[in-house]
DNA sequence: AGGCGCTCTCAGCATTCGCTGACCATACAG
DNA sequence: CTGTATGGTCAGCGAATGCTGAGAGCGCCT
């Protein structure tokens, strides 16, 4: 799951915020001051920061600067009270995604930040939505797959796993890639699972599934996609 | 990738704007005041248009109207203080597709200049505003549904629910989707909250409720909607 | 202004779904 | 031929969803 970079000095808005995300399933990691948040983000590449703009030592606002300008694809949402952003036009200079003022709703500020890290992860389609490749046509824009033009039900995971292999095409990937990047870096299912996962596409999508043609088994190495056609 | 035309005075918004925009891989074409805005819109048809109500010269609303008269189809969003838009009647007359008010979160203006965007260039998106599928009829212009020939009623939220899902057929929606663009990013329900009004849905509208045919479960994914006929 | 009705929201329970990891059988490599 | 890796089956369990009911907010009518 994603990381998140909490930005704030007052220990009972860090504790907060910490619960809050942790109890969405995200990652958090809290820095009490600009210059260590800064430093964190580097090091971290978190999915989104919460930044408040009120900070011991460095501004907040040169913060989100540079946070920016060192990364411009990281969202970074301001909590702020409410006089500091009369002017709207500071936020947009910072480059901040979004901002919250103070008192907030907790749920308010997931949304918000959830919403900002989903539209920056939203360019994530790098192939078409479309695909087909001997017998089996995939859409992943209607979730509809077929094999022999009869309808095949994938399961979510499974539909991972079938967009990794095509994005990955005619490339050897072993189990441990796919655990890291279909299942993500927070589940640590073994890679036994793996071959389950594989072996039930190869049922629905496998023409004769004990004779695999596009998922093919790299013994020893893990597996490769084959498009075929 | 669209062009977006910013009519804007202030050099500061207008800087963030261009960043913002740039940053999401618009082309952006910035304009000082009302002539030259309207001037560069015939020129350069933008997909998108970002005007601002307070400028020099030229009367934003008369800015907007002459867009509106030249080209309908051309999304204009409008950046106004609270107090202009105390009647929104007004950015009807004026043929405005949106607004934001000032203060603004970027994301927000970023979203529905997006959605904006889309509405117009989405052919599919401006269904009729009578369809039919099934033994289901929804007429959007009188807001008469009915199922079986059995009138139905249904509420604000779940007309804009169904809304969507009729303009986003045969596609897999997830909840936050819906969470954004039904309810928008004023309020912050649950996704719990999505899976009740696609019920009220289901149970109002589907022949029976407990199979649903047309508001399909996509499980682990969000919902989708197929039309059937 | 006060009462009434509507509906949105959310908590909680029941149910379904499918991921996970055990197991055994089989195929492959040395 | 032997050991290891992989194919395949199955049950348990956690998570996702369906559904109910209560509370709160809101507009409307009196």
Same mark, same amino acid.
């Given at each position: 799951?994603?990381?998140?970079?909490?930005?704030?000095?007052?220990?009972?808005?860090?504790?907060a915020?910490?619960?809050q #995300?942790?109890?969405?399933?995200?990652?958090?990691? +809290?820095?009490?001051?600009?210059?260590?948040?800064?430093?964190?983000?580097?090091?971290?590449? !978190?999915?989104?920061?919460?930044?408040?703009?009120? &900070?011991?030592?460095?501004?907040?606002?040169?913060?989100?600067?540079?946070?920016?300008?060192?990364? !411009?694809?990281?969202?970074?949402?301001? &909590?702020?009270?409410?006089?500091?952003?009369?002017? $709207?036009?500071?936020?947009?200079?910072?480059?901040?995604?979004?901002?919250?003022? $103070?008192?907030f709703s907790p749920r308010e500020l997931m949304?918000?930040?959830?919403?900002?890290? *989903?539209?920056?992860? $939203?360019?994530?389609?790098?192939?078409?939505?479309?695909?087909?490749?001997?017998?089996?046509?995939?859409?992943?824009?209607?979730?509809? #797959?077929?094999?022999?033009?009869? !309808?095949?039900? &994938?399961?979510?995971?499974?539909?991972?796993?079938?967009?990794? #292999?095509?994005?990955?095409?005619?490339?050897?990937?072993? *189990?441990?890639?796919?655990?890291?990047? +279909?299942?993500?870096?927070?589940?640590?299912?073994?890679?036994?699972?793996?071959?389950?996962? +594989?072996?039930?596409? *190869?049922?629905?999508?496998?023409?004769?599934?004990?004779?695999?043609?596009?998922?093919?088994?790299?013994?020893?190495?893990?597996?490769? #996609?084959?498009?075929?056609?």
């Amino acid at each position: 799951m994603s990381t998140i970079l909490v930005v704030e000095d007052d220990p009972r808005i860090q504790k907060a915020l910490h619960r809050q #995300f942790t109890t969405e399933g995200y990652t958090v990691h +809290v820095a009490g001051d600009g210059a260590e948040g800064l430093a964190t983000c580097k090091t971290l590449k !978190p999915a989104g920061v919460v930044l408040d703009l009120m &900070l011991p030592g460095m501004p907040g606002r040169d913060v989100c600067k540079s946070i920016k300008s060192w990364s !411009p694809n990281t969202p970074v949402v301001v &909590l702020s009270a409410v006089s500091e952003v009369a002017d $709207k036009v500071l936020l947009l200079e910072l480059g901040a995604d979004d901002y919250v003022t $103070k008192p907030f709703s907790p749920r308010e500020l997931m949304a918000r930040v959830q919403a900002a890290i *989903r539209r920056t992860q $939203k360019p994530t389609g790098s192939t078409s939505n479309q695909v087909s490749f001997g017998c089996i046509t995939a859409d992943f824009s209607a979730m509809e #797959f077929s094999k022999d033009g009869a !309808p095949v039900v &994938l399961t979510a995971n499974e539909i991972k796993l079938l967009r990794y #292999f095509i994005d990955h095409a005619e490339r050897v990937i072993t *189990r441990e890639e796919l655990l890291n990047d +279909v299942w993500g870096y927070t589940s640590y299912p073994t890679t036994r699972t793996v071959d389950n996962q +594989v072996m039930k596409l *190869r049922q629905k999508l496998e023409a004769d599934p004990a004779k695999p043609v596009h998922f093919r088994t790299m013994h020893g190495i893990g597996y490769k #996609f084959v498009g075929g056609s």
